[in-house]
């Protein structure tokens, strides 16, 4: 390998060791031996080399864990599981990836340069997700499963990422996001056997649940409306 390819190695090993935030160019320097001035010849900054590292990581993951929900066995809704216990495999064995992900987003904020290409690569996402879910090629996807799918999976992805990050004994397994996905999806159909009416929230619910229980205990047959028993409005 020549300068360019060392040092792109070593920044991934420094990524994977220290992090993004707390990667110098001396470390870059030392994991790829090579002078810490070909690291500005060839890249013109610390930041560039390691955003080059961490984007190729994130490309290389995608080719290792991509497929369509049309492919394989089972139902729609095992293969979509099946997505799920794959990308929670790898918040375990690629923790460094996700990690590194977090501390670039945060760096970004005072980088308009990495901001910039977290943007992109974050609208690329939003449509290579749509593409699996759908099972439509990249470029056939339509723009509404795009804006509306991609960018679904795409939040959910990010959210279930950080409490696996944060808290891994409570985040939630495959078959919870899947069942979880099912009652979201009832409640804002107003379907029978949901946790209640999607205007109404769950403590609420609830509390309107043991109203109704105890005035059926004293054989009471007319209730008046929630609001007016637990003392809340509309508001």
Same mark, same amino acid.
Request: hydrophobic share 40%; proline share 3%; glycine share 10%.
């Given at each position: 390998?020549?300068? &360019?390819?060392?040092?792109?190695? @070593?920044? &991934?090993?420094?990524?994977?060791?220290?992090?993004?935030?707390?990667?110098?160019?001396?470390?870059?320097?030392?994991?790829?031996?090579?002078?810490?001035?070909?690291?500005?010849?060839?890249?013109?900054?610390?930041?560039? +080399? +390691?955003?080059?590292?961490?984007?190729?990581?994130?490309?290389?993951?995608?080719? $290792?864990?991509?497929?369509?929900?049309?492919?394989?066995?089972?139902?729609?809704?095992? &293969?979509?599981?099946?997505?799920?216990?794959?990308?929670?495999?790898?918040?375990?064995?690629? &923790?460094?990836?996700?990690?590194?992900?977090?501390?670039?987003?945060?760096?970004? /904020?005072?980088? *308009?340069?990495?901001?910039?290409?977290?943007?992109?690569?974050?609208?690329? !996402?939003?449509? #290579?997700?749509?593409? /699996?879910?759908? !099972?439509?090629?990249?470029?056939?996807?339509?723009?509404?499963?795009?804006? #509306?799918?991609?960018?679904?999976?795409?939040?959910?992805?990010?959210?279930?990422?950080? /409490?696996?990050?944060?808290?891994?004994?409570?985040? *939630?397994?495959?078959?919870?996001?899947?069942? !979880?996905?099912?009652?979201?999806?009832?409640?804002?159909? #107003?379907?029978? @056997?949901?946790?209640? *009416?999607?205007?109404?929230? *769950?403590?609420? /619910?609830?509390?309107?649940? $043991?109203?109704? $229980?105890? $005035?059926?205990?004293?054989?009471?047959?007319?209730?008046?409306?929630?609001?007016?028993?637990?003392?809340?409005?509309?508001?």
């Amino acid at each position: 390998m020549g300068n &360019r390819e060392d040092l792109l190695a @070593g920044a &991934r090993r420094c990524l994977e060791e220290k992090g993004y935030l707390r990667t110098t160019v001396r470390d870059i320097a030392t994991a790829s031996r090579v002078s810490m001035a070909a690291i500005g010849y060839h890249f013109g900054s610390r930041e560039a +080399l +390691l955003n080059q590292a961490l984007f190729a990581a994130i490309d290389e993951w995608g080719r $290792r864990t991509g497929g369509d929900l049309g492919a394989g066995d089972g139902t729609a809704a095992e &293969r979509y599981a099946a997505l799920w216990t794959r990308e929670i495999a790898s918040y375990r064995t690629d &923790r460094w990836l996700w990690v590194a992900s977090v501390e670039a987003f945060v760096h970004a /904020q005072s980088s *308009p340069d990495l901001l910039a290409l977290l943007a992109a690569g974050q609208r690329e !996402g939003r449509r #290579g997700v749509a593409a /699996q879910l759908t !099972g439509v090629p990249e470029a056939e996807v339509a723009e509404a499963d795009v804006r #509306g799918l991609g960018s679904v999976q795409l939040a959910l992805m990010s959210g279930v990422m950080i /409490q696996w990050l944060t808290d891994p004994e409570q985040a *939630p397994d495959a078959a919870e996001i899947a069942a !979880g996905l099912r009652a979201l999806a009832g409640r804002l159909e #107003g379907k029978a @056997g949901t946790a209640g *009416p999607v205007n109404a929230t *769950p403590s609420t /619910q609830e509390a309107t649940d $043991r109203v109704r $229980r105890a $005035r059926t205990s004293r054989g009471l047959d007319e209730l008046v409306e929630p609001t007016e028993d637990l003392g809340l409005d509309d508001s």
